[in-house]
DNA sequence: ATAGGGTTAG
């Protein structure tokens, strides 16, 4: 019996055993025994482990410490870590092993208070107790303390640093993770695949190309191993970073593809326009044999909105609960909402929040506002943007919503009174933000940013392409400025949208023709969408635009989003 | 021989 058998196959372990158990005469050593113990814990079989446990004991090797370790894991992934701590007490010698794994299975069942005492109360730690504590801090969402612990560690390896990285990733916090990634180099830790898959995200989160592409050519380099779920991260990666095409190459190189891999990729080619092939995938990977699970089902829901395909997002919706037995959540309430709304469909949408059976979230009551919103429908966007104003009454443009539905409608009154209710909140401005990156540096803009310091530049670029859009017969939108300004300063505030800024600075600082790509943190608005049509013609530049829903690919003067998002 | 780090989101 080898060790690895037991991580890698815990059943064929047991059943090893118990064959072997069934034969007279053969006894089992403490080694093997552990290894067993281990296994049953690995399967949460509690019948088997409590009978191996009793057989331990008439054999007499309850006291070795390898059969005690085990037993510790093997409770604690029954449900009884009570056990685990009473048997980690009771041992007369333990060592740091036994103490790691109590300390591991705390963080994993969510006790991070519980490993914080014990890890407290050890007399010696070593790399892998701080380790897993950085990691415990780390998910149950105290990314703080994580780092604190991270700090004071004496010293770090790969794994110290991949948790940390991965903590930031998850939360988000991209530039902090791609910065730790920075130092992790400076320290002279080398990287392996796992680091990578965090790093990618961060990447792809941010929309950061050329460093994703840099990270890919490190891995080839350093011959880092593409397994199953780093293949998976560049696929995600290249297709948020709008480079599609990349995404596809490495998803076509991979030998093999889990549902996560096959669900970046639906989503990645969804996002980008071409819902028939995110179909198409779904399809390809249901004859594989590959069980689609809820995300993939967000990823073919999201693909039929951005492509206005009702009827087949109804029979998707469907299929999942009948076929699949996945119960929709909120996501798929959300996708459905959406492609019902779009299509104009708002009365069956209305319905469909009615007959959820949970209360809607704020991004359900938006979707339907959208709907409202091009289909004039103002009796049902008030009642969207009221429950839209529940749940999220901070939200400053949530406001702006409302106040251009009372105003569109003369309701003064109630642009009186709703005045009067953001009196009593705190308005949260999400200010829009839009990045470019150039020469692998992420440049981030703000509306009416000049803290760039190639500000001049940028105004100036600024000003000759509204005299270029105006001659071409461009006008600015400017009925979207909800503030009570003079038209001239409506328009100003329009120029100076950050995704205008950015293309700006683009058109400034990269040799012509070169592509321009964007992230933006909010939905793009109608004027810029219409000004990066004309910007892309009268340039001849290719523009893609990543926006909070969608990708907008600009070229020769069109948009592949074919004005639906 | 036993312990620590990984992706997807309307």
Not at 166 to 179: F, H, I, M, V
Not at 272 to 280: D, E, K, M, R, V
Not at 345 to 366: G, N, S, T, Y
Not at 379 to 401: I, R, S
């Amino acid at each position: 019996m080898r060790a690895e058998l037991v991580s890698q196959r815990p059943r064929e372990t047991l059943s090893l055993f118990l064959r072997m158990r069934r034969r007279d005469g053969v006894f089992c050593d403490s080694f093997s025994l552990s290894l067993v113990v281990q296994a049953c814990g690995r399967l949460m079989d509690g019948d088997n482990g409590r009978t191996v446990h009793a057989q331990g004991i008439k054999i007499g090797f309850e006291s070795d410490l390898f059969v005690q370790t085990a037993l510790i894991e093997m409770y604690a992934k029954l449900g009884s870590v009570e056990i685990s701590k009473r048997i980690l007490d009771d041992l007369e010698e333990p060592d740091l092993v036994s103490f790691n794994v109590l300390l591991a299975e705390y963080v994993r069942i969510g006790e991070i208070q519980l490993a914080r005492d014990l890890f407290d109360k050890m007399l010696e730690r070593d790399l892998v107790s701080w380790n897993t504590m950085i990691h415990g801090y780390a998910t149950l969402g105290d990314v703080m303390e994580a780092r604190k612990l991270f700090d004071d560690a004496r010293e770090r390896d790969v794994v110290s640093w991949s948790s940390m990285i991965g903590a930031y990733a998850r939360t988000r916090q991209s530039n902090e993770a791609l910065k730790l990634f920075h130092e992790m180099q400076l320290a002279n830790v080398v990287p392996d695949n796992i680091t990578m898959v965090s790093v990618l995200a961060a990447c792809g989160d941010i929309g950061a190309l050329g460093m994703g592409k840099m990270i890919h050519e490190y891995i080839k380099r350093t011959r880092i191993e593409v397994d199953m779920k780093l293949g998976t991260s560049l696929v995600d990666m290249y297709a948020k970073c709008g480079d599609i095409d990349s995404s596809l190459r490495v998803f076509n190189q991979m030998d093999r593809r889990d549902v996560l891999t096959w669900s970046s990729a639906i989503l990645g080619l969804a996002n980008h326009g071409s819902g028939q092939a995110a179909l198409q995938f779904f399809s390809e990977m249901i004859a594989e044999g590959i069980e689609p699970d809820d995300m993939a089902f967000v990823g073919v829901l999201s693909a039929c909105s951005h492509m206005g395909l009702v009827d087949e997002g109804r029979t998707y919706f469907t299929l999942m609960s009948d076929v699949y037995g996945i119960a929709p959540k909120m996501e798929h309430y959300g996708c459905m909402v959406d492609i019902l709304a779009r299509a104009g469909r708002l009365q069956e949408a209305r319905e469909l929040i009615r007959k959820m059976p949970f209360a809607p979230d704020a991004v359900v009551w938006r979707a339907l506002l959208g709907g409202c919103r091009v289909y004039k429908e103002s009796d049902l966007a008030e009642e969207a943007t009221v429950n839209l104003l529940e749940l999220e009454p901070n939200a400053d443009g949530n406001y702006v919503l409302l106040s251009n539905i009372y105003t569109q409608e003369k309701k003064w009154d109630k642009v009186i009174h709703m005045r009067k209710m953001m009196r009593n909140v705190t308005i949260e401005k999400v200010p829009g933000s839009s990045s470019i990156e150039v020469d692998n540096a992420v440049h981030e803009f703000i509306a009416g940013d000049r803290s760039h310091p190639r500000t001049e530049e940028i105004y100036q670029m600024l000003s000759e392409m509204l005299e270029k859009l105006k001659a071409a017969g461009y006008k600015p939108l400017t009925s979207l400025v909800s503030h009570d300004l003079e038209e001239r300063q409506k328009e100003i505030a329009l120029a100076h949208h950050s995704e205008k800024l950015a293309i700006a600075f683009g058109l400034v600082s990269t040799n012509p023709r070169t592509p321009l790509r964007i992230v933006k943190n909010l939905r793009i608005c109608d004027d810029c969408h219409l000004v990066i049509k004309l910007i892309s013609k009268i340039y001849d530049r290719e523009i893609i635009v990543r926006d909070r829903n969608r990708f907008h690919h600009f070229l020769g003067g069109s948009c592949t989003c074919k004005e639906y998002w």
